[in-house]
Structures are given as structure tokens and as C-alpha cells.
């Protein structure tokens, strides 16, 4: 069977995906289980070059960057570039997960009203996302998540 084939022809079991994905559609358990573990991954990724950044900035001498991370890792070992990481995740999972309510429920708020309003979909959606995006990034300049 060749793709071109394999296009044209419907299957029993297609998987039907709806152009908009609404908050009200989420099952929130997995959408803030699998935010909070994604966004620790990408922390834990991060999380060394920030402690690099933290040495840098109350170093009392200019010192390269490389060299810092070298003499972590000799005299602290792994475990040095990655202390104070569990505090860290513990203020911003739930700072995150706040963000990302606030995030989805305007949107879906505003998307409604201005559909309601007679604006057409795209810019419905446009004025949606910028709302709320300038509503979300406001509010965490507070958490320092923006």
C-alpha cells in the first residue's frame, strides 16, 4: 500500500482533532501534570546556567564563565550546579500553573464575548490571545514569571 493510497482511503479509526481546543475541552489533571513535568524539565535543563549567572553576578572578580563551571564541578561536583533547584520548582510549578489558568480562562472568556460582540473567528481569536496575553504577562512580572 502506497501513501498516495493510504491518504485516500478513510479509516474506522481516524482520530478527529478540532481545529480549536477550548478550556472547557481540557482535562486539566493531565494539562497541569504534564505542564508542571515539562516545565521542570526544561528548568532542570536550564537550571545550571543560571547558577553559573548567580556566581558571575556576586563574584568579587571577573571571572570567564568556563572556569567557574569548571571549579564547580571540581569542588562541588554535579550536585553544586544544580543546589537550590528544589526550592526553585517549589515556588514555580504552582506560579506557573496559576499562570496558565489565568492564560486559558481569559482567552476563552474574551474569545467568547468578542464572538458574541460579531467579531469574525481569526480576529475573535487574535483579540483573545493578545488579551490575554497582556493580562497573563502583567500579572506575572509579580511572580517574576514573564
Given at each position: 500500500?502506497?501513501?498516495?493510497?493510504?491518504?485516500?482511503?478513510?479509516?474506522?479509526?481516524?482520530?478527529?482533532?478540532?481545529?480549536?481546543?477550548?478550556?472547557q475541552?481540557l482535562?486539566?489533571?493531565?494539562?497541569?501534570?504534564?505542564?508542571?513535568?515539562?516545565?521542570?524539565g526544561?528548568?532542570?535543563?536550564?537550571?545550571?546556567?543560571?547558577?553559573l549567572k548567580?556566581?558571575?553576578q556576586v563574584?568579587?572578580?571577573?571571572?570567564?564563565c568556563?572556569?567557574?563551571?569548571?571549579?564547580?564541578?571540581?569542588?562541588?561536583?554535579?550536585?553544586?550546579?544544580?543546589?537550590g533547584?528544589?526550592?526553585?520548582?517549589?515556588?514555580?510549578?504552582?506560579?506557573r500553573?496559576?499562570?496558565?489558568?489565568?492564560?486559558e480562562v481569559?482567552k476563552?472568556?474574551?474569545?467568547?464575548?468578542?464572538?458574541?460582540?460579531?467579531?469574525?473567528e481569526?480576529?475573535?481569536?487574535?483579540?483573545?490571545n493578545?488579551?490575554?496575553?497582556l493580562?497573563?504577562?502583567?500579572g506575572?512580572?509579580v511572580?517574576?514569571?514573564?
Open positions: 500500500m502506497s501513501l498516495s493510497t493510504a491518504a485516500e482511503e478513510p479509516t474506522a479509526q481516524e482520530i478527529r482533532i478540532p481545529a480549536d481546543i477550548e478550556w475541552m482535562d486539566k489533571s493531565k494539562f497541569f501534570l504534564l505542564g508542571a513535568a515539562l516545565f521542570s526544561v528548568s532542570a535543563t536550564l537550571y545550571p546556567v543560571v547558577v548567580t556566581r558571575q563574584a568579587q572578580s571577573h571571572v570567564p568556563v572556569r567557574t563551571a569548571i571549579w564547580i564541578m571540581r569542588h562541588e561536583g554535579i550536585r553544586g550546579l544544580y543546589r533547584f528544589g526550592t526553585s520548582l517549589t515556588g514555580t510549578i504552582p506560579a500553573a496559576l499562570y496558565m489558568t489565568a492564560l481569559t476563552s472568556n474574551v474569545g467568547k464575548a468578542t464572538t458574541r460582540l460579531g467579531f469574525p481569526p480576529t475573535s481569536a487574535a483579540v483573545a493578545a488579551v490575554a496575553g493580562k497573563c504577562c502583567n506575572a512580572q511572580l517574576d514569571t514573564c
